[in-house]
């Protein structure tokens, strides 16, 4: 088993995305934060939606990203304030993160 551990973090992009493909309107998205650039980091967008993942969409979004939770690992939910330079009124952000491992033992 892999002892590299990685954070997982999941929002809902109010917005849409513009990376790593463009989309309109709310949607969520997974990415695993890692060494290197943000822009390389592996990520997952959920079609257009402001419905919640449910937690076998979001095991299956990680091990299409090539990896699972860490062994004893729930996901963790927390609010933030919305950015300030949005253009409609700030809203609470929701982030979900957990602590991941690359699947098959390596990266």
Not at 15 to 31: E, I, K, N
């Given at each position: 088993m892999s002892k590299q551990i990685f954070g997982a973090q999941m929002?809902?992009?109010?917005?849409?995305?513009?990376?790593?493909?463009?989309?309109?309107?709310?949607?969520?998205?997974?990415?695993v934060a890692m060494t290197g650039l943000v822009s390389e980091w592996p990520t997952y967008t959920w079609p257009p939606t402001a419905e919640i993942p449910s937690l076998d969409e979001r095991a299956r979004a990680l091990e299409d990203l090539g990896f699972m939770l860490a062994e004893g690992t729930e996901w963790e939910w927390t609010e933030h304030a919305g950015p300030d330079y949005h253009p409609h009124p700030a809203r609470v952000l929701l982030l979900c993160s957990a602590k991941v491992r690359p699947l098959g033992g390596g990266s």
């Open positions: 929002s809902l992009r109010c917005c849409g995305t513009s990376s790593p493909a463009a989309t309109d309107g709310p949607c969520w998205q997974l990415y």
